[in-house]
Nanobody, 113 residues
Framework: QVQLVESGGGSVQAGGSLRLSCAVFGYSYCSDRMSWYRQAPGKEREFVSGIDTAGTGRYADSVKGRFTISRDNAKNTLHLQMNSLKPEDTAMYYC???????WGQGTQVTVSS
């Protein structure tokens, strides 16, 4: 059984920064490839960023250059550094293990203009 626990969400003004974290508890092989998704009210869940075991990140065009994904393999933790936040970044953010398709409970990010 795998459990994902996100943290780090909050409310910031446009231009601000937040750092999200996702702790993975359970089978370590499930966390070989991981991703961040987000879902805004009334919209579908969308891909934000992903990372492989080598630490190579990939990003949605909407966040490229502003967000940075990273991982701490020793602590089995995933991070998302979000800079230059915009009101359209407001959403519930979820982490996901790509191999085992586990989802966390989400952490809310609210960006005010």
């Amino acid at each position: 059984q795998v459990q994902l626990v996100e943290s780090g969400g909050g409310s910031v003004q446009a231009g601000g920064s937040l750092r999200l974290s996702c702790a993975v508890f359970g089978y370590s092989y499930c966390s070989d490839r991981m991703s961040w998704y987000r879902q805004a009210p009334g919209k579908e869940r969308e891909f934000v960023s992903g990372i492989d075991t080598a630490g190579t990140g990939r990003y949605a065009d909407s966040v490229k250059g502003r967000f940075t994904i990273s991982r701490d393999n020793a602590k089995n933790t995933l991070h998302l550094q979000m800079n230059s936040l915009k009101p359209e970044d407001t959403a519930m953010y979820y982490c996901k293990t790509d191999s085992c398709r586990n989802w966390g409970q989400g952490t809310q990010v609210t960006v005010s203009s």
